[in-house]
């Protein structure tokens, strides 16, 4: 083919390889400037695992010392230093199934300050297969995210408001394909959490659960399974606060028959064994005896159990997932942890905040446990105005775990078809009386400066849909008393997740299609009738 580029465009043009000759020692000043300027962090190791050369963000994001300090060590000896303050250790793994593997491995790790890091290490393979280097490649997914968040913001609040909508719609979605469609997710940082929950399912990685009790920190581990490549395996949950300190090991990994007094002639498989393709969440992990952390920690490392009274190991695959209350990292000082150990449960670390700490979800929260608690007792009870404001400045110390029993214990006693202030238990009142502040806008004496109307308009229109919901067997019912049509009730009890008055939970709206057509047909009998 002929270039018929014009002549002063092919004299404006040389060929990279005249570039070269022409100015000696560019190759390589270039080819470190590539390097050097990278926001993704590299480093070389040879074929045995020395570190030969790094870039500065790969420094910054793994070492943290300066250079002197690293070329020239094993990744084995490296993790020692690096462990306490990065989580090196998952990605030291990384290098040592490439050497093993030769083939590229992808892992995630946590650093302090809950971000998360992707690192990809791939094998540099010589003419015959052999592996000549090892490159690893470190990237913050944290940092990524928050450049798309600032990047919706340039381009316009609209636009980032209809990106947060779908990617709410996407979540929820989610979480009713796995059977947790209850879960209430209202504040940004849930949103962020599950979001980062959506990142990591799938990755090989172990995972720590921190917060105060009854936050749900089981009901998220239980999502990391449900939405991970696991999610076929079994799902075996362990307190081990809940297991006798001479039992805990025969518990938590089996025993062979007869290997102690009172033990089954069977034998006895571990929960271990029983979680052996899925994954074991171990709640409580800061009761575990330390002689039983030192046996844990030798399970991460090779993934294989030692029954009780066994003479051979058998080797299980199996995702742990851990959760605390406390502070393992002072544990970990005071000598009642091991530190080892706990930089190994926390590759990715995840902080389930307090109630007090998501406002946005509590409304939410008491109304959906309103609903359910109606529909398993039968009843029909409603939330005033003044007790929704006192249920919303209180703290819940016991989190959703006392939001939940609150709610229905209240539906339970209340005197009438209406929750009201008197309802309420003494000490949650006493601890409200500067509640008034938090009333809805529209019943404040002064109209606040700013409000979101959508959501407020939102909020009415759920109010009165649930309340003439209670009085309708049908959605063909309620469209004839609201004066809108049928398919416009249907879309709405989805969207704000409300049950006609039935005592069947048949009713829901998002029944499979022939259920639900049932339902309406025998409602539109029963109005015909009437």
């Given at each position: 083919m002929n270039?018929?580029?014009?002549?002063?465009?092919?004299?404006?043009?040389?060929?990279?390889e005249v570039a070269i000759e022409t100015h000696p020692g560019w190759q390589k000043s270039l080819l470190d400037a590539l390097i050097n300027t990278s926001v993704d962090g590299l480093g070389i190791f040879d074929a045995k695992g020395f570190l030969l050369d790094f870039n500065p963000a790969f420094l910054e994001r793994v070492l943290g010392l300066p250079r002197s300090k690293w070329v020239g060590r094993h990744v084995d000896e490296m993790v020692c230093e690096v462990v306490a303050k990065k989580k090196w250790g998952t990605a030291r793994t990384a290098v040592r199934q490439v050497m093993e593997g030769r083939r590229p491995v992808t892992v995630l790790y946590g650093v302090e300050g809950s971000e998360i890091m992707i690192c990809t290490v791939s094998p540099h393979l010589g003419p015959n297969g052999e592996i000549l280097h090892i490159i690893a490649n470190v990237r913050n997914i944290t940092q990524l995210n928050d450049l798309k968040y600032q990047l919706e913001m340039e381009r316009g609040?609209?636009?980032?408001d209809d990106l947060e909508k779908l990617h709410a719609g996407c979540l929820q979605g989610r979480l009713e394909a796995v059977g947790l469609g209850d879960i209430v997710i209202e504040s940004p940082i849930m949103h962020k959490i599950f979001s980062t929950i959506m990142q990591i399912a799938d990755f090989e990685t172990t995972v720590l659960l921190e917060g105060e009790t009854g936050t749900g920190k089981g009901v998220i581990a239980k999502f990391i399974h449900r939405v991970s490549r696991r999610a076929e395996g079994p799902f075996?949950?362990?307190n081990c606060?809940?297991?006798p300190e001479n039992l805990v090991e025969s518990e938590l990994y089996g025993y062979q028959p007869g290997a102690f007094t009172g033990s089954l002639r069977s034998g006895k498989k571990g929960l271990f064994e029983l979680a052996h393709g899925g994954t074991i969440f171990l709640d409580e992990i800061g009761e575990l005896p330390l002689s039983s952390q030192t046996k844990l920690l030798k399970f991460l490392d090779d993934k294989a159990i030692h029954p009780i009274g066994g003479t051979s190991r058998r080797q299980v695959d199996v995702r742990i997932i851990t959760a605390t209350n406390g502070n393992l990292r002072e544990m970990a000082e005071a000598r009642q942890f091991r530190r080892d150990l706990l930089y190994r449960i926390e590759e990715i670390p995840l902080y389930v905040p307090a109630v007090r700490e998501r406002r946005e979800d509590l409304k939410a929260l008491i109304y959906s446990f309103i609903d359910q608690f109606n529909r398993r007792f039968g009843v029909d009870r409603a939330l005033g105005s003044e007790a929704l404001c006192v249920l919303l400045g209180y703290d819940y110390p016991g989190n959703i775990r006392e939001l939940k029993n609150l709610v229905g214990q209240l539906v339970l006693i209340a005197e009438g078809p209406e929750i009201t202030v008197h309802d309420l238990p003494e000490h949650v009142r006493k601890s409200c009386s500067q509640a008034a502040p938090l009333l809805d806008p529209m019943e404040r004496d002064q109209i606040p400066q700013h409000?979101?109307?959508?959501?407020e308009l939102d909020e009415i229109e759920r109010r009165l849909l649930t309340r003439y919901a209670r009085q309708c067997q049908s959605t063909y019912d309620l469209a004839d008393r609201l004066g809108v049509g049928q398919s416009t009730i249907v879309r709405k009890l989805q969207k704000y997740r409300i049950f006609l008055n039935s005592r069947s939970s048949d009713s829901k709206p998002n029944l499979p299609g022939a259920r639900w057509r049932q339902r309406e047909a025998e409602g539109r009998r029963s109005t015909r009738r009437a």
């Open positions: 270039d018929t580029r014009p002549a002063e465009d092919k004299a404006s043009r040389i060929s990279p609040h609209a636009e980032l075996v949950e362990v606060g809940a297991l409000m979101d109307l959508r959501k």
